[in-house]
Nanobody
Framework: QVQLVESGGGLVQPGGSLRLSCAAS????????MGWYRQGPGIERELVAS???????NYADSVKGRFTISRDTAKNTVYLQMSSLKPEDTAVYYC?????????????WGQGTQVTVSS
């Protein structure tokens, strides 16, 4: 099992910045992908950004140029630096991990952290 604990959400004004953190513990494989998803009111959960242990990143078009995902592999921690925040970024942000164990895909989720962008 893998446990994911998010932190860093909160209320921020439009144009502001926030940094989310997600610490993984447990039996996460050394080769994995970690990322952030979000779910706004009445919207399906969507990928925000992901990063693999080998380095490649992936971003939703809506956050490119504003959000940056990074990771500290030694600490099994992933970060999401969010800048130029917009009201439409308001959502619950979920940390996600994916790895393979004996050929089987495992997916784990954090409990979510609320991000509210409002004046």
């Amino acid at each position: 099992q893998v446990q994911l604990v998010e932190s860093g959400g909160g209320l921020v004004q439009p144009g502001g910045s926030l940094r989310l953190s997600c610490a993984a513990s447990g039996s996460l494989s050394s080769i994995n992908t970690m990322g952030w998803y979000r779910q706004g009111p009445g919207i399906e959960r969507e990928l925000v950004a992901s990063i693999s242990t080998s380095g490649p990143t992936n971003y939703a078009d809506s956050v490119k140029g504003r959000f940056t995902i990074s990771r500290d592999t030694a600490k099994n921690t992933v970060y999401l630096q969010m800048s130029s925040l917009k009201p439409e970024d308001t959502a619950v942000y979920y940390c996600n991990s994916r790895d393979y164990v004996r050929g089987a895909l495992r997916i784990f989720w954090g409990q979510g952290t609320q991000v509210t962008v409002s004046s």
